[in-house]
């Protein structure tokens, strides 16, 4: 019994160990062989508040690639350098967590300072930085999702700064984006005979969505389940398992994840019901290039393939992802660091 029992206070104590290491030993990324490389976490004080940026490269005479994530709210900073190895060869990949969202996220951001006109403004003040820091005229922009719409906005105001424009999973149009999801998720559950599903989908209605967070929640979850969002990765498990295994981030960065998650959603979600694109910017003054997802039901593909059929650019391509959903770049990495690689020597 004795023995028992200093079995478990050593477990316990191994566990209380393992839990504040988890929770409190500062964040780091990796290094990368080579006396010109660059690897580290940075925090930048951007549009009044502290924001972190993720910077990693093999050669800093590379010219720079900064992401922006989707949601708003879904950061990538704590699994991004599992997809992106073979762009660390040719770029300065930098990845950001966003105001409100990730290791950028503060109880302390008014939520007045939640939109569009204030991201452009953090976006712009970043690639400032980013210029000045490594001696650059101009960058490559990567937007995915709700990135894609702010990057729009980023290069129809300041084309001067951006070589390129990497569009992923283009939001095109705020209320036909949902309208042709929940058709699709109809249409799949009438055809498997979902009652749940149908019963969940009646009772949210048609877009525009009444209760914009927990309706669109209920949509997302269906549009999962029949493939329209993910179909060769799980993001969310990626997010779960590096908050407590990848040196990204800490098990406080994870807790800041859930909660910058749900203050971005109530203060966002929604916002982009005035959207149309095709509308209000049929025309932009950098190349563009349009990775779209066979399967991509959360930004319809069809809406992005309308778009960039009349979208007038200085040069426009679309690339299929013919195995992918909404996360072309993670789904198929290897094609979507060719990709750019081939839009950086097309640019040199």
Same mark, same amino acid.
């Given at each position: 019994?004795?023995?028992?029992?200093?079995?478990?206070?050593?477990?316990?104590?191994?566990? %209380?160990?393992?839990?504040?290491?988890?929770?409190?030993i500062?964040?780091?990324?990796?290094?990368?062989?080579?006396?010109n $490389?660059?690897?580290?976490?940075?925090?930048? /004080?951007?549009?009044?508040?502290?924001?972190?940026?993720?910077?990693?490269?093999?050669?800093?005479?590379?010219?720079i690639?900064?992401?922006?994530?989707?949601g708003?709210?879904?950061?990538?900073i $704590?699994?991004?350098?599992?997809?992106?190895?073979e762009?660390?060869?040719?770029?300065i990949?930098?990845?950001?967590?966003?105001?409100?969202s !990730?290791?950028?996220? $503060?109880?302390?951001?008014?939520?007045?300072?939640?939109?569009?006109?204030?991201?452009?403004?953090d976006?712009?003040?970043?690639?400032?930085?980013?210029?000045?820091?490594?001696?650059?005229?101009?960058?490559?922009l990567? !937007?995915?999702?709700?990135?894609?719409?702010?990057?729009?906005?980023?290069?129809?105001?300041?084309?001067?700064?951006?070589?390129?424009? %990497?569009?992923?999973?283009?939001?095109?149009?705020?209320? &036909?984006n949902?309208?042709?999801?929940?058709d699709?998720?109809?249409?799949?559950?009438?055809?498997?005979?979902?009652?749940?599903?149908?019963?969940?989908?009646?009772?949210?209605?048609?877009?525009? =969505?009444k209760?914009?967070?927990?309706d669109?929640?209920?949509? @997302?979850?269906?549009l999962?389940r029949?493939?329209?969002? /993910?179909?060769?990765?799980?993001?969310?498990?990626?997010?779960?398992?590096?908050?407590?295994?990848?040196?990204? =981030?800490?098990?406080?960065?994870?807790?800041?994840?859930?909660l910058?998650?749900?203050f971005?959603? &109530?203060t966002?979600?929604?916002?982009?019901?005035?959207l149309?694109?095709?509308?209000?910017?049929?025309?932009?003054?950098?190349?563009?290039?349009?990775?779209v997802?066979?399967?991509?039901?959360?930004?319809?593909?069809?809406?992005?393939?309308?778009?960039?059929?009349?979208? %007038?650019?200085?040069?426009? #391509?679309i690339?299929w992802? #013919?195995? $992918?959903?909404?996360?072309?770049?993670?789904? /198929?990495?290897?094609?979507?660091?060719q990709?750019?690689? @081939?839009?950086?020597?097309s640019?040199?």
């Open positions: 019994m004795k023995r028992i029992n200093i079995i478990f206070k050593i477990t316990l104590i191994v566990l %209380i160990i393992f839990l504040l290491l988890v929770l409190f500062p964040s780091r990324t990796p290094k990368i062989e080579g006396n $490389s660059v690897a580290l976490i940075e925090k930048v /004080e951007i549009g009044g508040i502290d924001q972190y940026i993720m910077i990693r490269g093999r050669n800093i005479n590379n010219p690639l900064l992401f922006l994530h989707g708003p709210g879904y950061s990538q $704590s699994y991004a350098r599992k997809y992106q190895e762009l660390e060869d040719g770029f990949v930098v990845n950001w967590d966003q105001r409100g !990730g290791k950028s996220f $503060s109880l302390n951001i008014p939520k007045e300072t939640m939109n569009r006109e204030r991201f452009i403004e976006g712009k003040d970043l690639i400032d930085y980013l210029c000045k820091k490594y001696s650059k005229e101009k960058i490559y990567a !937007g995915h999702s709700w990135g894609s719409e702010l990057g729009l906005y980023i290069i129809d105001l300041y084309p001067e700064k951006i070589a390129a424009f %990497i569009s992923i999973g283009q939001v095109v149009n705020g209320v &036909d949902e309208t042709v999801s929940y699709y998720v109809l249409e799949m559950a009438k055809k498997e005979n979902n009652k749940k599903a149908l019963k969940d989908l009646e009772k949210i209605g048609r877009p525009p =969505y209760n914009v967070v927990s669109t929640v209920i949509q @997302r979850k269906w999962d029949y493939g329209g969002v /993910e179909r060769k990765v799980n993001t969310l498990k990626d997010i779960i398992l590096s908050s407590i295994f990848s040196p990204e =981030y800490t098990g406080i960065d994870g807790i800041k994840f859930a910058g998650s749900k971005t959603a &109530d966002m979600w929604g916002h982009n019901n005035d149309d694109f095709i509308r209000d910017l049929p025309e932009v003054k950098v190349p563009i290039y349009f990775c997802g066979r399967y991509d039901y959360n930004t319809p593909s069809v809406l992005v393939e309308n778009y960039y059929n009349h979208i %007038i650019a200085p040069k426009k #391509e690339i992802f #013919e195995e $992918s959903a909404h996360f072309p770049h993670f789904e /198929e990495p290897e094609k979507f660091a990709l750019a690689i @081939r839009i950086k020597e640019n040199e």
